[in-house]
Every structure is written in structure tokens, then in C-alpha cells.
């Protein structure tokens, strides 16, 4: 029976051409180039395949009703492209997709409205496209547009909204028209945070209604929150079908296998504080053994690195590091000077100085990173801000099987906890006496406490 399956996918691939196509040929020339080339390609002297991109190959999957999917890969893995199918904006080269119920996507900003209407116009537009009556579309009215926070600028045509404005109204629509399949991807990331978190909100409240969610991201902390089952894509193939975190642990493996990628390059950074000195030129991560890392688990061992260089020695050199939250809160600021093992007096003028953390003391997120850099302890001589983005992956990093969530903080802990039952039998002390007396000023209340007898050390 497939009464319980929203989605089913099989044997699905997607073929683009890329740097070839028909041109007009407009000499004799050009129409000889072009047949002496293809005949070319056809006996072997060139590769067949050139020119020839699989975005997906071969994807096949299932999702049940109600289900929470998450799809994650990196950039260029086909996760777009799964979802341009499945909502009909494009058609597969081979295999099929078949979607049991009403569906409705948020895919990049631009994708869905109509740029001359207005924004009002735009959801009667989309619910109709939905297959929704005008009455059903009137009983949302008011929960979507006080969603989307846009009640001034309903009535302004959407070429006018800003990509904020666009994705907040985008995201309302879909998922307050309720459809039955819903498929968001990393779209919600234009948005700020406050409405990141109102939409991942209103995702749960979804999921927990019955509907069925397809979300694509490269946060996470988002996937791991929201999902219970995860698919990884890599060159349009898919690598692993399992539970959210056994998917999330197989990508971060992969991802810190490709070495390179983690290397920011500081000397001409577009964050640099105006007036400063370049001296700042790398930074990057490893783990302990020394091997690049571009995601680090979360209480992991990891080490930060940073490179600088300057056109003399340097009395006192202090790097620093600071994170941040998203939001430009700060979390805390690290540099040698304060910490052991690297208080240089005339150091070199270029050098590498290396910040290891035994438990790195952040939940699952992402965490821009300002590198700080002084010649001395007087001033900073380089700021680079913003310079490095650190992502942090979900890990059981208590060993109960439990996963700390961004809600309970950003910080990790080192702490146990223990049991134990009470065991003394002694009296506890008596109760505090108060002597209350009416205060003068404005009614209130001045309490003195009397003198306590009796053993008030804890018990042993």
C-alpha cells in the first residue's frame, strides 16, 4: 500500500550541457569548425562527455507521510536541483518523481511571485495555484501577512521589496496555505535571525500536524533540530540514507577530507578594519594530529592557526581571536597574552601562532570568528573581522545519547551531575524569623533576621 508515502523517487538523473550549443553558424568557416570538431568527439579524439554536467545520477528514495527530511551536501551536490524536480519547476532526463498531495516550495528568492503584483495579489495568486478556493485563502489572510511583518508594503508591488521582505512574505505563504508537502531550501538564509527562528518555529508546528517537510540547509544545527531522517548528496549521488545525526557525522568526515577549502586568506580580506596595517595573512583549522578541518564537532579537539607577517620584528606579538554569534553578539575573546604557552618578547617578524582548544565549548552553529593582531601590548595593529566562519556540527559530545540544542545556549559546559539520596537524621535548623516593621517609604517593608541556633553546616 502507498497510502503512507508522500514522495517517491526512483532512478532519478538530471543532465545539463554546459559550454556547448547550437549557434548560428554565420560563415563557412564556423560551420566547418563546428563539424570537424564533433566528428571528432565521435571517433574518440575528444571525450563524449564533454561539455556534459550530471547534476543528479540515479537518486532514488522515499519519504512517508509526516515525515521531517533533511537534504544535505555541499555546494554543487544536486540538492537544488532534487528539489527544482520535485516541485516542477524542471524536468528529470531519466527516472521519475511522483508527489501524493498538495505541494508548496520556497526555493531561491524570485522563485513563485509575480514581480508586478503586489504582495497581497501575490498570495491570492499562489493560493490559487495551490488549488485553493478564494474563502479558504481569506480565512489566512491576516495570519500570513502578520507573519511576514509586512503590513505596510502589502499593497507595493514585490520589484520592490527587498530580498528580506521578498523571502519573509515567500515563506508565509507557503506555509500558511497549508499544503501537505512542504519543501524549503537554504532560501531562509537571507532572512534575519529573529525570522530564521519563527520560520524553523513554524516548520516544527508543521511537522507535528502530520504534514510532510523537505528542508535543505547548510546549517546544521537547523537539521539536526528540526529533522529525523537525513539524505546526503554528493555529485548529484546519493552517499547515505540514515537517522539525521549518523548523516550529519558522515558529512562533516567528508567535508574536512577536502583539504584546501578550509584556508582563509587574510592579506586582502574585504573585512579588514579601515587604517590597518596588513599584517594578518592566514587562518585556518586543524585537529590535533595537524590534518584541515573546514567543520569542527561539537567539543571536539581543534586548533586555530594564524599567520602574520610584518616588515620588522615584533616586540610583543598578541594575536587574538573573538567569536561571535550570528547576530554579532560576542561569546568570548581568547588571545596569548592572557593564555599559557605563547608570551613572545621580540618575536620574528613572521610567524605562525596556534590556539588549541582540548573541548571546543560550542553547541552546533555558526560562529564568525575576528582575528585581532598587535605588535605590542599597547594597541592592535590589524583587525580583520568576520574573517573566519566557523561551523560547529552536532556531536553526542556528553556520551548520553543526548545532543545539546542551540535553545539551551551557545556554550558547553564541563559538568556532572550526581545522585544521591539523604541520609542524615539530624533536625534541620529552624526557620528564619522575621521581624517586620512597616517602612516609611512608600509602604514597603524593612525585614531583620533574627539569630539562627542550631548546626547549619551541610550534611555529610
Same mark, same amino acid.
Given at each position: 500500500m502507498m497510502s503512507d508515502i508522500a514522495i517517491q523517487v526512483e532512478g532519478l538523473s538530471k543532465q545539463y550541457k554546459i559550454g556547448v550549443g547550437k549557434y548560428r553558424h554565420d560563415s563557412l568557416r564556423d560551420h566547418l569548425t563546428d563539424t570537424v570538431t564533433s566528428l571528432l568527439r565521435r571517433n574518440g579524439r575528444a571525450k563524449e562527455d564533454e561539455g556534459i554536467l550530471w547534476a543528479l545520477k540515479d537518486v532514488s528514495f522515499e519519504v512517508k507521510q509526516g515525515e521531517v527530511l533533511g537534504i544535505i551536501g555541499r555546494n554543487g551536490a544536486? *540538492?537544488?536541483?532534487?528539489?527544482?524536480?520535485?516541485?516542477?519547476?524542471?524536468?528529470?532526463?531519466?527516472?521519475?518523481?511522483? !508527489?501524493?498531495? $498538495?505541494?508548496?516550495?520556497?526555493? &531561491?528568492v524570485g522563485t513563485g511571485f509575480h514581480a508586478e503584483l503586489t504582495g497581497l495579489e501575490n498570495i491570492y495568486l499562489n493560493g490559487a495555484i495551490l488549488g485553493m478556493r478564494k474563502a479558504e485563502i481569506d480565512r489566512k489572510l491576516e495570519e500570513i501577512i502578520a507573519f511576514a511583518e509586512i503590513e505596510r508594503f502589502i499593497d507595493t508591488p514585490v520589484k520592490r521589496y527587498s530580498s528580506g521582505m521578498y523571502v519573509r512574505l515567500a515563506f508565509a505563504v507557503a506555509a500558511h496555505l497549508e499544503p501537505e508537502i512542504l519543501i524549503v531550501d537554504e532560501v531562509l538564509a537571507v532572512g534575519d535571525i529573529e525570522f @530564521?527562528? *519563527?520560520?524553523?518555529? *513554524?516548520?516544527?508546528?508543521?511537522? $507535528? &500536524?502530520?504534514?510532510? !517537510?523537505?528542508?535543505v540547509s547548510h546549517n546544521m544545527a537547523a537539521v539536526q533540530k528540526l529533522t529525523t531522517r537525513g539524505i546526503l548528496l554528493e555529485n548529484g549521488q546519493v552517499i547515505l540514507i540514515?537517522?539525521?545525526?549518523?548523516?550529519?557525522?558522515?558529512?562533516?568526515?567528508?567535508? #574536512?577530507?577536502? &583539504?584546501? @577549502?578550509?584556508?582563509?586568506?587574510? =592579506?586582502? =580580506?574585504?573585512? $579588514? !578594519?579601515?587604517?590597518?596595517?596588513?599584517?594578518? @595573512? *592566514?587562518?585556518?583549522?586543524?585537529? #590535533?594530529?595537524?590534518?584541515l578541518l573546514s567543520v569542527a564537532p561539537m567539543g571536539g579537539d581543534v586548533v586555530f592557526h594564524v599567520e602574520y607577517a610584518t616588515d620588522s620584528s615584533v616586540r610583543q606579538p598578541i594575536v587574538g581571536l573573538v567569536f561571535n554569534t550570528l547576530a554579532g553578539e560576542r561569546l568570548f575573546a581568547i588571545n596569548n597574552k592572557i593564555a599559557p604557552g605563547a608570551q613572545i618578547t621580540n618575536g620574528p617578524s613572521?610567524?605562525?601562532?596556534?590556539? =588549541?582548544?582540548? $573541548?571546543?565549548?560550542? !553547541?552546533?552553529? &555558526?560562529y564568525p570568528i575576528t582575528v585581532t593582531f598587535a605588535k605590542s601590548v599597547e594597541r592592535d595593529f590589524d583587525t580583520v573581522e568576520k574573517a573566519y566562519r566557523l561551523t560547529v556540527v552536532p556531536s553526542d559530545v556528553y556520551s548520553t545519547g543526548c545532543i545539546p540544542e542551540p535553545g539551551h545556549g551557545f556554550i558547553l559546559v564541563d559538568v556532572t551531575w550526581k545522585f544521591r539520596t539523604p541520609t542524615s537524621t539530624r533536625k534541620p535548623p529552624p526557620a528564619l524569623v522575621q521581624d517586620s516593621t512597616p517602612d516609611a517609604l512608600e509602604g514597603q517593608q524593612t525585614v531583620r533576621l533574627s539569630t539562627i541556633s542550631g548546626d547549619i553546616r551541610p550534611p555529610a
Open positions: 544536486g *540538492k537544488s536541483t532534487l528539489l527544482k524536480i520535485l516541485s516542477r519547476i524542471t524536468e528529470p532526463t531519466t527516472g521519475r518523481a511522483k !508527489v501524493y498531495g $498538495r505541494l508548496a516550495s520556497l526555493l &531561491e @530564521q527562528k *519563527k520560520c524553523l518555529g *513554524k516548520m516544527h508546528d508543521i511537522s $507535528r &500536524e502530520g504534514r510532510t !517537510v523537505l528542508f540514515a537517522t539525521t545525526p549518523e548523516v550529519i557525522s558522515h558529512y562533516m568526515k567528508t567535508a #574536512n577530507a577536502i &583539504e584546501g @577549502q578550509a584556508i582563509v586568506h587574510l =592579506h586582502d =580580506h574585504p573585512n $579588514r !578594519v579601515p587604517g590597518m596595517i596588513p599584517a594578518l @595573512q *592566514k587562518i585556518w583549522m586543524t585537529d #590535533n594530529a595537524g590534518k613572521k610567524a605562525i601562532l596556534s590556539c =588549541h582548544f582540548s $573541548r571546543l565549548p560550542l !553547541v552546533a552553529g &555558526e
